[in-house]
Nanobody, 121 residues
Framework: QVQLVESGGGLVQAGGSLRLACVAS????????MGWYRQAPGKQLELVAL???????DYADSVKGRFTISKDNAKNTVYLQMNSLKPEDTAVYYC???????????????WGQGTQVTVSS
């Protein structure tokens, strides 16, 4: 099985920074992509940022220029550096990964347990 464990959430004032980390462990053959989603109270889950194994990145328009996703492939870890945080960034942030556990499968979706990010005004 595969586990994703997030860390780095917390409370920060508007304009501040936080760095989230997510480590994937378990039966991993390869990782197709890793990324971050978030869900604010009363809102739908939305993509924040993702990075594919080839290095292609994608960001939500609302975070472009403020958030940066990066990966450490050797450690099966993805990071989300969040700068210039705004109150509207407040949400539970979930790590997501598309992981192949065997050479013969194409990949399955895995999720972390979520980490709370709260930005005060």
């Amino acid at each position: 099985q595969v586990q994703l464990v997030e860390s780095g959430g917390g409370l920060v004032q508007a304009g501040g920074s936080l760095r989230l980390a997510c480590v994937a462990s378990g039966s991993i053959f390869s990782i197709n992509a890793m990324g971050w989603y978030r869900q604010a109270p009363g809102k739908q889950l939305e993509l924040v940022a993702l990075e594919t194994s080839g290095g292609t990145t994608d960001y939500a328009d609302s975070v472009k220029g403020r958030f940066t996703i990066s990966k450490d492939n050797a450690k099966n870890t993805v990071y989300l550096q969040m700068n210039s945080l705004k109150p509207e960034d407040t949400a539970v942030y979930y790590c997501n990964a598309d992981i192949r556990t065997r050479i013969w499968n194409t990949g399955n979706d895995y999720w972390g347990q979520g980490t709370q990010v709260t930005v005060s005004s």
